[in-house]
């Protein structure tokens, strides 16, 4: 193992490589877990093969999981002990799986409960390779293709596990666990270092409360993936071998058309859309029968909502990673780890849901939507100091200098700053930190900081926060009044 964590022809990679390298780890280990041990088809095949009860086997391997994603970044701070993790967790992951070709014991339970565990920490370790092998204006389509990949392998191991036998998938599955150890002999191994990035002034905004507040959002969100398990898809078991393949199939093309995109699109409308196929999908699974018919709508407007939304917050947590000092094996793990929680806590309410005594149970899945339509454009101004790929800074950066003159000179009379204050104002609104303007401007650190007072004080701004708000909404009114045009 130790020759295998030295080795790492990762440095001498091009570019491509290096992307498909990342991906090839993450989607054959990710495959496995979705097939397998998180509420996996495999698991459940399995078992009722078996005569096994799996609630209690699901239930743990759930919160074994989520524990490794929150705590691998407390012990995993490097990319050299990041690598000799995720080949140890790929070795031990098989090696567990195999224990269920064997006849029912404790022997499951262990297995399960630990290799789950280690999955999740192998997954958030991986927001160290992402840092080292992809700059942030491409980890949009990593996420992307990697979520992409993993689930199109796992709709390959459902259907084995269907159409075959449950062993077979389980089989397969080994298989793929091996083909991602045999990536990640290629993952870069060296040290890194964890301190603020060259050129990242201390005013820079904190990634922690954004942080807190997307992992609640994920929560909230990822409840409805929970009710989907214990609600919808029973409802639709005797649809068995549809669903092995089909379940997926809106998810993967969700994510391949938000994926593929104009960069100037706005996505906002897609998440608004997204929110409105929740809810019809819930309205036509109590409205519908169970027949195909049902399924495919119901299944189509589900999982094609968590598609465009798990892409959402996965390329915000792919951004974040090299943000402030914090490590981004805490960053990852947290995000996913509230995913997970999320789809626990939806289990215990679709359980709720399924009891005789819930006589209206549309009420409980309109407040979780309602929730998320509130959380979501309070998450976006959390995000507007550290995100500008996610929101309308971009359209503003790639204006005309004309039009971000006149929509600052909307916002405060010219006469009022100084040429410093002007130029100040219009890096500020860019997200760049005082060091970043100082450098730009040939001033000093402190002296961008008076100029920043200043404009704070002449537009009536508390902080950089408000001052990019006001300038998002000049920038709708700008371009409403030219559409009217």
């Not at 919160?63 to 990319?79: A, E, I, P």
């Not at 999955?119 to 991986?126: E, H, K, Q, V």
């Not at 964890?194 to 959002?217: E, I, T, Y």
Request: with cysteine.
């Amino acid at each position: 193992m130790k020759e295998l964590a030295e080795f790492s022809p990762f440095e001498t990679m091009d570019s491509f490589n290096r992307h498909w390298t990342l991906i090839a780890v993450f989607v054959f280990f990710f495959s496995w877990l979705l097939a397998f041990p998180f509420e996996g088809r495999i698991l459940y095949a399995l078992a009722e093969l078996q005569g096994v009860s799996t609630p209690r086997l699901v239930f743990g391997a759930m919160v074994f999981h989520g524990v490794g994603l929150f705590s691998c970044g407390y012990f995993v701070r490097t990319r050299r002990r990041a690598k000799k993790l995720t080949l140890f967790s790929a070795a031990f992951c098989a090696a567990a799986s195999c224990a269920f070709f064997l006849p029912p014991s404790p022997l499951w339970t262990a297995a399960l409960f630990s290799s789950s565990f280690l999955a999740g920490c192998c997954l958030a370790a991986w927001g160290l390779f992402c840092v080292a092998a992809v700059p942030k204006s491409e980890r949009f389509k990593i996420m992307a293709d990697a979520l992409i990949g993993s689930n199109l392998l796992m709709i390959l191991l459902n259907a084995a596990a269907v159409h075959f036998s449950p062993k077979a998938g389980l089989g397969l599955s080994v298989l793929f666990l091996a083909v991602a150890f045999w990536f990640a002999r290629g993952l870069p191994a060296g040290e890194t270092s964890l301190r603020r990035p060259p050129g990242k002034s201390k005013d820079a905004p904190s990634v922690n409360g954004p942080l807190a507040f997307l992992c609640l959002f994920i929560v909230v969100f990822t409840i409805n993936s929970g009710l989907m398990y214990q609600v919808q898809n029973p409802a639709f078991s005797h649809l068995e071998r549809l669903t092995a393949w089909y379940w997926a199939v809106p998810y993967i093309a969700a994510l391949v058309i938000v994926r593929n995109l104009p960069r100037k699109a706005n996505r906002a409308y897609i998440l608004n859309v997204a929110i409105a196929m929740i809810g019809f999908s819930f309205i036509a699974f109590f409205s519908l029968s169970r027949s195909v018919t049902g399924y495919l709508i119901v299944n189509t407007l589900m999982l094609g909502a968590c598609g465009v939304y798990d892409l959402f917050w996965w390329s915000i947590l792919g951004d974040m990673l090299d943000m402030g000092d914090n490590n981004p094996v805490r960053i990852l793990g947290a995000g996913l780890a509230a995913n997970v929680f999320g789809v626990l806590l939806g289990g215990l309410i679709g359980s709720a849901l399924r009891s005789p005594n819930v006589h209206h149970p549309m009420l409980l899945v309109g407040a979780v939507i309602c929730v998320i339509v509130v959380m979501l454009p309070l998450l976006h101004n959390r995000l507007i100091l550290l995100l500008k790929e996610h929101i309308f800074l971009t359209v503003f950066q790639e204006s005309l200098p004309q039009e971000q003159n006149q929509m600052i000179q909307n916002i405060v009379d010219a006469d009022k700053l100084t040429r410093r204050e002007n130029e100040t104002l219009a890096l500020l609104i860019q997200g760049k930190s005082y060091r970043a303007i100082a450098e730009e401007l040939g001033v000093t650190e402190n002296t961008i900081k008076t100029h920043a007072r200043n404009i704070y004080s002449k537009t009536g701004a508390r902080n950089r926060a408000e001052l990019v708000s006001m300038v998002r909404d000049e920038k709708s009114a700008f371009a409403r009044n030219h559409k009217s045009l």
